[in-house]
């Protein structure tokens, strides 16, 4: 069964980046806000990858709210900041409300890969 990664980002070039990183190594779905992500059942993934900026609900509500409902995929959270928060200080509040990894953008392949599958960077 091939490993399927689903995207939260409301950034169109964002979402079409990791997908184009992951593509040829997972089956990748993308979603634009979390009632988008809900419909696709987040529970049914591998991994997601939650951006913690989003209008309305924000990631790390959103993070919080998967686990409070056993969601047990694999959850990165990543962020680049606003005005309002530091992309530190929104990494941290996603790992205490249940993001297992943190990524800070931009990012590249690489570190995507590693922050996915370990050190070996495969699936």
């Given at each position: 069964?091939?490993?399927?990664?689903?995207?939260?980002?409301?950034?169109?070039?964002?979402?079409?980046?990791?997908?184009?990183?992951?593509?040829?190594?997972?089956?990748?779905?993308?979603?634009s806000?979390?009632?988008?992500?809900?419909?696709?059942?987040p529970?049914?993934?591998?991994?997601?990858?939650?951006?913690?900026?989003?209008?309305?609900?924000?990631?790390?509500?959103?993070?919080?709210?998967?686990?409070?409902?056993?969601?047990?995929?694999?959850?990165?959270?990543?962020?680049?900041?606003?005005?309002?928060?530091?992309?530190?200080?929104?990494?941290?509040?996603?790992?205490?409300?249940?993001?297992?990894?943190?990524?800070?953008k931009?990012?590249?392949?690489?570190?995507?890969?590693?922050?996915?599958?370990?050190?070996?960077?495969?699936?």
């Amino acid at each position: 069964m091939q490993m399927r990664i689903l995207v939260l980002d409301d950034d169109p070039l964002i979402c079409c980046t990791i997908a184009g990183y992951l593509e040829d190594v997972v089956e990748v779905d993308v979603a634009s806000s979390t009632d988008q992500a809900l419909a696709l059942d987040p529970s049914s993934y591998s991994a997601l990858l939650v951006d913690i900026i989003l209008p309305g609900e924000n990631g790390a509500q959103f993070i919080q709210r998967l686990r409070q409902d056993g969601c047990s995929a694999r959850i990165i959270a990543m962020s680049g900041g606003s005005r309002e928060i530091s992309g530190l200080q929104a990494l941290s509040v996603a790992k205490v409300r249940g993001a297992e990894a943190v990524l800070f953008k931009p990012f590249g392949r690489e570190r995507l890969l590693r922050s996915l599958f370990g050190n070996n960077g495969q699936a």
